[in-house]
């Protein structure tokens, strides 16, 4: 499968009363019980065939990229965590940006507009690694990848998660 | 956290099933009984080991807006000006980290305008410049890493 991620550029998916209403009853996370459709349907005044057909279409539409478990990285090992943002010349970019991405190593690969002088980065490739010496030797592929496109490039570690909730849609 | 939590969390990156009893078929593959699967889940989120569990939406797709930004958070206010930025609903997630730009937050709203007010909002409680980085390509999104 490509590693190129669904769902860009496309029309926003149209939603109705239900699918928002599901979105708000999971945004917290599914129900840990032994039929959560079931307890999701319950709670909407719909059949857990329904919450399912439905859930599979937001998967399907891009606008749930998967349902599963989101791991805080320090705690499963990944102590280390760059942020890697670098100068690609704009003409290569985009031939450049998917090869990054497909590095196994990198979880987030986007174009973003540099803020000039400050900052002259184009490219954001996220790498976690056990420790920093693990995420340099994964950026120092990544800029071998780049070549000659390559101007420059700086690493921004974490050193703290200050909030991680993910979405919230006002009730 | 022991080798069963690991295999949880490997397990638990791709697709959870879209089925009548899914703990029960996920934990079947793990050799563990759906009460177990059920209670480690439960441990886990309460331990932060896991952040969250359940689908995750990509607003955009729904017509709202996702965006990065950053601070550059004069060290002695750090901590108050993350407590103001994180007290906005609009913000999904926030991380120090170490360059001048020491504060990096994701807007997520519904709408592609409740980003422009949720900005000035920061700009207005503290008094900072935000820097705006909206993603114009996305390359590629898959957060998985292997426990």
Known sequence: ?171 | MDDTDRAIINALQGGFPLSEEPYREVAAGLGLSEAELIARLERMLKDKILTRFGPMFQVERMGGAFVLAALAVPEERFDAVAEQVNALPEVAHNYRREHVLNMWFVLATETPEGIARAVDRIEAVTGLKVHAFPKEREYFVEMRLKA
């Open chain 1, 1 to 171: 499968m490509s590693r190129e991620s669904r769902g860009h550029g496309r029309e926003p998916v149209v939603m109705d009363e239900v699918d928002r209403q599901l979105v708000l009853a999971t945004q917290n996370g599914l129900p840990l019980v032994s039929r959560p459709y079931a307890t999701l349907g319950e709670q909407l005044g719909i059949a857990a065939t329904d919450v399912m057909a439905r859930l599979a279409r937001m998967l399907e539409t891009g606008v749930v990229r998967r349902i599963g478990a989101v791991p805080n990285h320090y705690a499963i090992g990944y102590a280390a965590n760059g942020m890697s943002v670098w100068d690609v010349a704009d003409e290569r970019v985009d031939e450049l940006g998917p090869a990054v991405g497909g590095l196994e190593f990198v979880t987030h690969c986007y174009r973003r507009p540099r803020a000039l002088p400050a900052w002259p980065y184009n490219l954001f490739a996220m790498v976690h690694g056990r420790d920093r010496q693990e995420v340099e030797a994964k950026v120092a592929a990544i800029r071998e990848l780049l070549g000659e496109a390559c101007r420059g490039h700086e690493i921004l570690y974490s050193s703290r998660i200050l909030k991680k909730t993910g979405l919230r849609l006002a009730g």
